[in-house]
């Protein structure tokens, strides 16, 4: 069992800056892939961006220069750099890994662009 919790979120204005963590409880993280998503009530939960064990990434189109995803193996958290925030980026953003098919969550925290 993977435990992930999320840091980070808040209220920020657009064109702001925010990083989100994400801290695991397993050691094996290392050989986890992981990745941000987001979720806006009524619409379905939307890849963000995603970071292999290796560190080959991937990014939604609608994040791609404003957001970096990034690991840190050695404590066993990830990251999300998110910069030049939009209104729509608003929701509330879930931290994801993957072991052997099985999805492991945590429990979300939300991010608001607002002026």
């Known amino acids: 069992q993977v435990q992930l919790v999320e840091s980070g979120g808040g209220l920020v204005q657009p064109g702001g800056s925010l990083r989100l963590s994400c801290a695991a409880s397993?050691?094996?993280?290392?050989?986890?892939?992981m990745g941000w998503y987001r979720q806006v009530p009524g619409k379905q939960r939307e890849l963000v961006a995603t970071?292999?064990?290796?560190?080959?990434?991937n990014y939604a189109d609608s994040v791609k220069g404003r957001f970096t995803i990034s690991r840190d193996n050695a404590k066993n958290t990830g990251s999300l750099q998110m910069n030049s925030l939009k209104p729509e980026d608003t929701a509330v953003y879930y931290c994801?890994?993957?072991?052997?098919?099985?999805?492991?969550w945590g429990k979300g925290t939300l991010v608001t662009v607002s002026s």
């Open positions: 970071i292999t064990s290796a560190g080959s990434t």
């Open positions: 397993t050691t094996l993280f290392r050989f986890l892939s």
């Open positions: 994801n890994a993957q072991n052997g098919g099985i999805n492991y």
